[in-house]
C-alpha cells in the first residue's frame, strides 16, 4: 500500500463544485482588488479566531514580517525566537532589519520554553515571536507573563496552528499580533500564496492594512513605504470555501493522531505530548527515534512517505552566518533534529492507511535495532 505524505487531491474531491462556485461569482464579479471575498474572509477569519481584527496578506512569511512592523519593531530591535522552526520565521525578523535571538524549545512538546526568555532578554530586546509548532501552541502564559514584566511586543507564529487552543484561548488571539499561512498544506490552506495577520488592536490592523498596500492609507497617498502583500480575491474565494471545513478537518486529524498513539504506544518511538489545557491541530505528527535516518528510509522503501521538520536548525542554516545571536544553549533543538520524523498526516487518511503505517513503522523500528544490535 501507498501512503502519501499529504494528498491535497483527496481534499479537493471533496469540496470540488463548492470551490468551482466560489471561483466562478468571483470571477464573474471582476472585482478583484480587495473585494467582496477579501473583506467577508477577514472578518469570518477573525470571528474563528476571536480576534477583533483579521488583514489578508500575500503570505504566511509577509504576514510575520507586517506583523512586526505594524507592532513597531524597527531596524536594530532585537527578537527572541526559536531555531527549531522554518526559516520564514527569521527571514520576517531579518527583513526588517531586526536581529534573532534564538532560544531553546522544550524537547517534548517542541515550543519556546519560556523560562529560558527571562536571560536572553538585552538592551536592544523589543519582542518575542513564539512559534505554535506543528499544530500546538506555545506556552503562552510563561511567554506573556515575561513579555508583560519586561515590556515586550508578542508576535505569534501561529502558521501551523489554525483553530489550536491554549486554555480555552485561540491561536492567534493572545499576543500583540499573529502571523497565518494559508499554503496549500497547512490545515488551511489556499491554491496559492496567501496569509493574515490577526490582532485585537485597532492600530495594528490599520498599520497592517496600509502596509500590505503600498504604506497607502488612502489611494496614492503614501504615508511611508510598504509593500505589495495584499490577499488576493481568488485566494480568499477558496479559503472562505474551506473555512467551513477546518473544524472537521482538524476533528480528523486529531482523531487520526488517536489511533497512531493507540497502533503506536508500545512501538518504542516518542510520541507528541500534548500540553495539558491545549489542544492540537497536528498540522504535523511527529514522533522521535534514535534510528531515525534507517527507519525513514524502509519505511519509504515500503510506499510510506514521511517527513522530517526540519533537518537543520535555523541557527546552522548558511543564511544565518554572522545572523542575530544565540541565548543559551540549543541542546535540545540540536538533538531534535537527528530524531525527528513526521508521519503521515491529513484529514483524508483512511483508517487501512493509518494501520498501514503504524505496522510499517513497528517492523522498520525492530528491524533497526537489530542492525544497532549488530545481528
Ligand atoms: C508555513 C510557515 C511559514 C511561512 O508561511 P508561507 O505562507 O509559506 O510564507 C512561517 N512559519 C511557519 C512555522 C510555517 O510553517
Known amino acids: 500500500m501507498q501512503v502519501p505524505f499529504v494528498d491535497l487531491r483527496a481534499q479537493y474531491e471533496t469540496i470540488r463544485s463548492e470551490v468551482h462556485e466560489s471561483l466562478d461569482a468571483a470571477l464573474e464579479s471582476m472585482d478583484l482588488m480587495l473585494g467582496p471575498n477579501v473583506r467577508a474572509f477577514e472578518a469570518e477569519f477573525a470571528a474563528y479566531c476571536r480576534t477583533r481584527y483579521a488583514v489578508g496578506v500575500g503570505s504566511g512569511t509577509d504576514a510575520l514580517y507586517l506583523a512586526l512592523r505594524g507592532c513597531g519593531i524597527r531596524p536594530g530591535d532585537e527578537v527572541i525566537t526559536v531555531s527549531h522552526s522554518f526559516i520564514a520565521t527569521v527571514e520576517a525578523i531579518v527583513r526588517l532589519g531586526a536581529s534573532p535571538v534564538f532560544v531553546d524549545v522544550d524537547p517534548h512538546t517542541y515550543t519556546m520554553d519560556p523560562s529560558l526568555l527571562a536571560r536572553a532578554i538585552g538592551p536592544r530586546t523589543r519582542a518575542i515571536v513564539p512559534v505554535h509548532l506543528y499544530g500546538q501552541m506555545a506556552d503562552m502564559e510563561g511567554i506573556m507573563a515575561i513579555a508583560k514584566r519586561y515590556g515586550l511586543v508578542v508576535v505569534e507564529d501561529a502558521c501551523q496552528a489554525h483553530g489550536a487552543t ?129 527507519v525513514r528510509q524502509q519505511l519509504q522503501d515500503r510506499g510510506v512517505a514521511t517527513g522530517i521538520h526540519y533537518p537543520i536548525p535555523i541557527h546552522q542554516q548558511h543564511a544565518c552566518d554572522g545572523v542575530g545571536r544565540i541565548a543559551g544553549r540549543l541542546d535540545h533543538t540540536e538533538e531534535l533534529v537527528r530524531r525527528i520524523l513526521s508521519l503521515p498526516m491529513y484529514p483524508e487518511l483512511q483508517d487501512e492507511q493509518l494501520s498501514c503505517v503504524a505496522s510499517s513503522l513497528q517492523s522498520c523500528l525492530l528491524t533497526a535495532s537489530q542492525l544497532r544490535v549488530g545481528h
Not at 482538524?250 to 500534548?274: C, F, K, S, W
Open 166 to 294: 491554549d486554555h480555552g484561548r485561540r491561536a492567534g488571539s493572545v499576543g500583540n499580533a499573529a502571523a497565518f499561512s494559508f499554503y496549500m498544506s497547512k490545515n488551511l490552506g489556499a491554491y496559492g500564496e496567501a496569509g493574515a495577520v490577526t490582532t485585537n488592536s485597532r492600530a495594528v490592523a490599520q498599520e497592517v492594512q496600509s502596509l500590505r498596500d503600498h504604506g497607502a492609507r488612502r489611494r496614492y497617498e503614501h504615508d511611508e513605504m510598504g509593500d505589495n502583500s495584499r490577499l488576493d480575491e481568488v485566494q480568499a474565494a477558496v479559503l472562505r470555501v474551506k473555512m467551513r471545513y477546518l473544524d472537521g478537518w482538524n476533528g480528523l486529524r486529531q482523531q487520526h493522531a488517536e489511533r497512531y498513539r493507540d497502533l503506536l504506544q508500545d512501538a518504542g518511538v516518542d510520541l507528541p505530548e500534548v500540553r495539558s489545557g491545549a489542544t492540537h491541530v497536528y498540522h504535523l505528527f511527529v514522533a522521535q527515534t534514535g534510528d531515525r535516518d534507517t
